[in-house]
DNA sequence: ATTTAAAAGTAAACACTGTTCAATTAATGA
DNA sequence: TCATTAATTGAACAGTGTTTACTTTTAAAT
């Protein structure tokens, strides 16, 4: 075969990824550039569309590895985390997307043409997320209420994101909402409360 | 005066935000393209950018305007509303973004250069959006605890905002969420019930 | 060892962006 | 009538994503 330099296909795919996700990290998604991407590892734009095919399956493989350190974070988090794990789990959700606003911010602002469902490697990487809040909610609810956590993470999690969200982009500028992470973990100790 | 056409410079200025807003609504942001609006309503991109200076303060007034058409939307809803106000106000802040979807996912899109603040007129017709919310949550609270408002509103906001934005951008496909604004408005009433 | 076929990589070309700015047009005041 | 001044233009520039004809490199087959 007609590789010239020493990095298997899947090594090539693997520094577009990491460079990539560096670049989004550093100037965000409005400024991110294919072609600076390229222009770094020192391939030309061409090949990154070989590998990848088109622009927004590079963004899906940006976001998925935002979406694996994200995960990590969190279970490193909660392994270290006291009695009160809900509470460490909400304040890990703001710490990761503070420490990588851009990136953070990249999983929301990058989205696929309409119609076009996301693919499965993907969705099992959000699932992976969600899972670990369905599970630390099951495990702070009454023993035997437990199931409704199914029903009441996605829920929680959009409060807290709407907390997380609002707070970093500052496009509604929320004043008198001093400490947004607190607010949000009250939120959801209130919702568990009722249940 | 070298005026060539019948509109006054504050007639143009109005013509190009509701183009724009049209070409907003209709394309989404990450579509939007200032040459096409001009176009649209037969001046230059120069002429664009004589009156407006840059694309950011097109975009502010763009938005702006979105912003008005939201409180207006949520006043009218009000005012036809029943005994639940704060359920027709959550179920108004849904409808309008359904209905609006792109030119309401603009207020979110678009973000000023870091460190830039934004004018002061805009931040106005926030206020008038948020101002909307305090004084139903101050209705709704009981008397003597109105003053807590203030202070809960951004934040039950930031609740209904999640559940909005997740569930109409997709990006994190919660599914198990199948009533987004009912899941929203129950957030709402159990953060009330302990106040 | 030579040929062949396929894989890998390139860079120019295309159609778009936002942005700037010298040149042009048209209306007004003297 | 003429100079001034506001209004408007559109070409030029530096970017973008995307496609594609082309070249290089390598592995396999003869």
Redesign the interface.
């Known amino acids: 075969m007609g590789r010239r330099s020493d990095h298997t296909r899947e090594q090539l795919r693997a520094m577009i990824v990491v460079e990539g996700h560096r670049q989004m990290a550093e100037v965000g998604f409005?400024h991110f550039s294919a072609r600076e991407v390229a222009k770094r590892i020192g391939y030309s734009i061409g090949t990154l569309y070989n590998v990848f095919g088109s622009l927004d399956q590079l963004m899906l493989a940006i976001n998925g590895m935002t979406l694996d350190l994200w995960r990590d974070y969190l279970e490193l988090r909660l392994e270290a985390a006291g009695a009160d794990r809900l509470k460490a789990l909400v304040e890990a959700y703001f710490e990761f997307a503070i420490v990588n606003r851009h990136a953070w911010a990249a999983?929301?602002?990058?989205?696929l043409p309409e119609g076009e469902p996301?693919p499965e490697y993907y969705?099992a990487k959000?699932a992976a997320l969600?899972d670990i809040v369905v599970a630390e909610i099951a495990a702070a609810l009454p023993p035997g209420k437990a199931d409704a956590a199914?029903?009441l993470?996605?829920?929680l999690?959009?409060?807290?994101?709407?907390?997380c969200?609002?707070?970093l982009?500052?496009?509604?500028?929320?004043?008198?909402?001093e400490d947004?992470c607190a607010?949000?973990y009250?939120?959801v100790r209130?919702?568990l409360?009722?249940a």
Chains 1, 2 share one sequence.
């Open positions: 409005f999983l929301y602002d990058h989205r996301m969705e959000i969600t199914v029903r993470a996605p829920s999690l959009a409060s807290v994101h709407g907390h969200a609002l707070t982009t500052g496009t509604l500028s929320l004043l008198h909402l947004p607010a949000a009250a939120r209130e919702a409360a009722e």
